[in-house]
């Protein structure tokens, strides 16, 4: 190993830097970019009736698009409403869903995740929530098992014990409380005031439930972020020891959410800030004792995820990182993607289009995609290396009889440069990705992407 990349072996910072370009997240492939109106709702209906027959466990998501106020970082499909009708006209249309969608693939599914995500889930009252669970559960078969995966996003500013001992009685057995940064400056920057002790207080609540996991997200390049000002948001956050940490990378697009320029007065953190960041957290949530098992994402040793990933059995999805093994997702509501084995489909963004097509009786379809064998092929791979990190020749052979050094011929150079750069390790068994690639995941992952030159400068910086 050259002394230079010996260098980078042992400081992130520089091995991310080489590396730094546009990349997707990788919740799915191909990627919603790829997405077509071709797709109609006949398609899907096609998919549907084949999910109707599938044996395998089903996965719900439900999207809740409102929220009370605007965060200007937010790049998520929401709806800002103070209005106390939103959320009921709402769902009444997210009910006559459930329903077609409950009405083609049966009760016969059981259903082992659930997750509600926005927007702010949280936005409705105690009966809307306790409503939307109850139809959940009269429509589909909802697991009442200990393994089962029921999650939520929550904004700590709008919950309270009574809320969480709800959410713990309707079945919901992870929560997650968006942070993003506890330092009081930031805050007020990106328009979201929320106090260490408030969010303290939370997670020590939460604990009281007896939820399985809690989860935090936190995000670096926000404006007025310093290393020093997030070293003190990583001491609250250590303190506080949360299950799962997830630290995303700001991308900062006001061309294409105009809300960000509310935040274009503050002093920005530059590249080499946000790398220093970067390390600086990695190196305390290690400290800490958390795995990063990769994709912005540290948990506990003892969390499932982690479990998962030793064992080769991690998966990921539109949600992130799961542990749950059901091919489908099932998705409803505003902007929601579905998953049915070899498609991917895309509810309407906008309420009124949403409305209208339930109005009419036709599911809210939007666009989507149907995959070829080609494209289920590279998702293997892409999902094997994000989740699991290797990819097992023999295993790739037997399930799509490929050979990886023909099929692949063209990325040996490549993947030697990674193996050179201490990325990963490459054999005639298995391509693996080391400690360090872990920084990495999206770069390896791109390497097998061919959708890529269609969508140059479509996609937030890896870094």
Not at 55 to 67: A, D, E, K, Q
Not at 251 to 277: C, G, N, T
């Amino acid at each position: 190993m050259s002394t230079a990349i010996a260098r980078d072996a042992d400081d992130p910072a520089a091995l991310v830097r080489r590396y730094a370009v546009q990349g997707p997240r990788y919740t799915s492939y191909p990627t919603a970019l790829n997405f077509s109106e071709a797709f109609t709702e006949q398609h899907y209906l096609r998919f549907l009736a084949e999910a109707h027959n599938s044996p395998s466990p089903l996965s719900l998501y439900v999207h809740i698009p409102f929220c009370s106020s605007l965060c200007y970082y937010c790049a998520c499909n929401k709806v800002i409403s103070k209005d106390p009708q939103a959320s009921r006209r709402y769902l009444n249309y997210l009910q006559r869903e459930l329903q077609m969608l409950s009405q083609r693939v049966g009760l016969s599914r059981r259903v082992t995740q659930l997750h509600f995500g926005g927007g702010t889930p949280n936005y409705l009252d105690k009966a809307e929530m306790t409503e939307l669970v109850h139809q959940l559960a009269s429509h589909f078969n909802l697991d009442d098992s200990a393994e089962r995966e029921f999650s939520i996003e929550l904004d700590p500013r709008c919950v309270d014990a009574d809320y969480l001992a709800l959410l713990k009685g309707l079945g919901f057995n992870r929560v997650s409380f968006g942070v993003q940064d506890t330092n009081a400056e930031v805050q007020r920057a990106i328009n979201r005031l929320q106090s260490v002790e408030m969010i303290t207080e939370l997670i020590a609540l939460a604990r009281q439930f007896n939820f399985r996991s809690i989860s935090v997200d936190l995000i670096y390049g926000l404006p007025l972020q310093t290393v020093s000002s997030f070293s003190e948001t990583l001491d609250s956050l250590i303190a506080m020891a949360p299950d799962r940490i997830a630290l995303y990378h700001y991308a900062h697009m006001p061309a294409r959410f105009k809300w960000q320029k509310s935040m274009d007065r503050y002093v920005m953190p530059d590249s080499e800030e946000k790398l220093r960041i970067f390390a600086l957290a990695g190196r305390r949530l290690r400290a800490a004792g958390y795995c990063h098992i990769g994709m912005d994402h540290f948990v506990k040793p003892d969390d499932e995820l982690a479990r998962y990933q030793r064992q080769g059995r991690l998966q990921r999805n539109f949600q992130g990182y799961s542990t749950c093994h059901s091919a489908d997702v099932l998705a409803m509501g505003v902007s929601a993607i579905s998953s049915l084995n070899s498609c991917y489909v895309q509810n309407h963004k906008s309420l009124e289009d949403y409305y209208r097509a339930l109005d009419q009786g036709h599911l809210p379809v939007a666009r989507g995609l149907e995959l070829t064998a080609e494209d289920q092929l590279r998702r293997y791979i892409i999902m094997q290396l994000a989740c699991n990190l290797r990819l097992n020749f023999s295993e790739l052979r037997s399930r799509y009889q490929v050979n990886f050094q023909s099929k692949f011929a063209d990325l040996l150079v490549p993947l030697q440069t990674f193996a050179r750069d201490g990325v990963v390790t490459l054999d005639e068994e298995a391509l693996r990705v080391t400690d360090s690639g872990r920084l990495l995941l999206r770069n390896i992952c791109m390497l097998f992407d061919d959708s890529l030159p269609s969508h140059q400068g479509a996609y937030s910086n890896t870094l």
